[in-house]
């Protein structure tokens, strides 16, 4: 099964600065998707980022405030930019596991549990 | 739009207890349904998955049924163990690989 680690972990920040976030798969993986579970609450997707365009967004989430990129088809990052206390989450990533078309299961990567004060 | 629905945390038991954490969803195709567990301190991780009606998942010990009629994939454990304190989630996807739409997760705690 992929692995998929994120770094960092965790971090704290000030408002209005951003923070990258990195994810790396093991396997290369066509689409990669980025979540945020805000504290107490289930996990929302914020974007699918497929390696070669644009990523996707859901409703409520933005480029210009969550830019994400996909450089090749084991790696992505996300950054939260000019960030409020309301940014303060945990930020996942997930990939399917299986290779390249996968359609097999999503697995998560470990997190990274952003404060911001 | 789609959606699930799970039954609300904490739900609190003894060891050796009989665990059903309820699930249902709303859909307006027909989507593979999943659990997925976060153990304190830790990521998600899948804990079974359900492909089309009346397909059973099962792992650790954990069922749960693809009910179509019903809308639902309750996720049920005949003696839960305190090393099952976490919370679970109740997911869609309409793809395997695809964007998965999650229940607000339901927290379990086991007591020795």
């Known amino acids: 099964s992929a692995v998929i680690s994120q770094k960092p972990s965790r971090d704290i920040c000030q408002r209005g600065t951003s923070l990258t976030i990195q994810c790396q798969v093991d396997s290369q993986v066509t689409m990669m998707f980025w979540y945020r579970q805000q504290p107490g609450q289930s996990l929302t997707l914020i974007a699918t980022?497929?390696?070669?365009?644009?990523?996707?967004?859901e409703s409520g989430f933005v480029i210009d405030k969550f830019p994400i990129s996909r450089p090749n088809l084991t790696f992505s990052t996300l950054t939260v930019s000019n960030m409020s206390p309301e940014d303060s989450s945990i930020y996942l990533c997930?990939?399917?596991?299986?290779?390249?078309?996968?359609?097999?299961?999503?697995?998560f990567g470990p997190g990274t549990r952003l404060t911001v004060l | 739009g789609d959606s699930v629905t799970q039954m609300e945390g904490p739900v609190t038991l003894s060891e050796e207890a009989f665990l059903t954490i309820n699930c249902t969803y709303t859909a307006t195709g027909y989507p593979s349904l999943f659990w997925y567990v976060q153990y304190p301190g830790e990521g998600l991780q899948l804990l079974l998955k359900a492909t089309k009606a009346d397909d059973k998942g099962s792992n650790k010990g954990f069922e749960a049924t693809y009910r179509k009629e019903t809308t639902s994939f309750h996720l049920e454990k005949g003696s839960v163990q305190v090393s099952d304190s976490a919370v679970y989630f109740c997911?869609?996807?309409?793809?395997?690989?695809?964007?998965?739409?999650f229940g607000q997760g339901t927290e379990l705690s086991v007591k020795p």
């Open positions: 980022a497929n390696q070669g365009s644009e990523a996707t967004y």
């Open positions: 997930s990939a399917p596991r299986g290779g390249t078309y996968s359609t097999d299961t999503q697995y």
């Open positions: 997911a869609l996807s309409y793809n395997q690989g695809g964007k998965l739409i």
